[in-house]
């Protein structure tokens, strides 16, 4: 379930955990103040298994040298 921040008025910035399918806060989830907004962030990244995109084969960084077949 992603994490977002919101920004209220009364109480600073406050962490919800929310599904991404609901909308967004209209009073402060902490405080119930009138005045909340929700924050777009960096996010946490995108986390990839596997061969990073400088190593997969054909971009000189093979690891299986060119004997391989996989170029």
């Given at each position: 379930?992603?994490?977002?921040?919101y920004e209220?008025?009364?109480c600073?910035l406050?962490?919800?955990?929310q599904?991404?399918?609901?909308p967004p806060h209209r009073?402060?989830p902490?405080?119930?103040?009138?005045?909340?907004?929700r924050?777009?962030?960096?996010?946490g990244g995108?986390?990839?298994?596997?061969s990073?995109p400088?190593q997969?084969h054909g971009?000189?960084?093979?690891?299986?040298g060119?004997?391989?077949?996989?170029?």
């Amino acid at each position: 379930m992603p994490s977002y921040t919101y920004e209220c008025d009364k109480c600073g910035l406050v962490d919800v955990r929310q599904p991404i399918t609901e909308p967004p806060h209209r009073k402060c989830p902490q405080c119930g103040g009138e005045k909340v907004r929700r924050i777009i962030g960096a996010g946490g990244g995108i986390l990839t298994r596997g061969s990073a995109p400088q190593q997969q084969h054909g971009c000189g960084g093979c690891p299986h040298g060119k004997a391989c077949g996989r170029e």
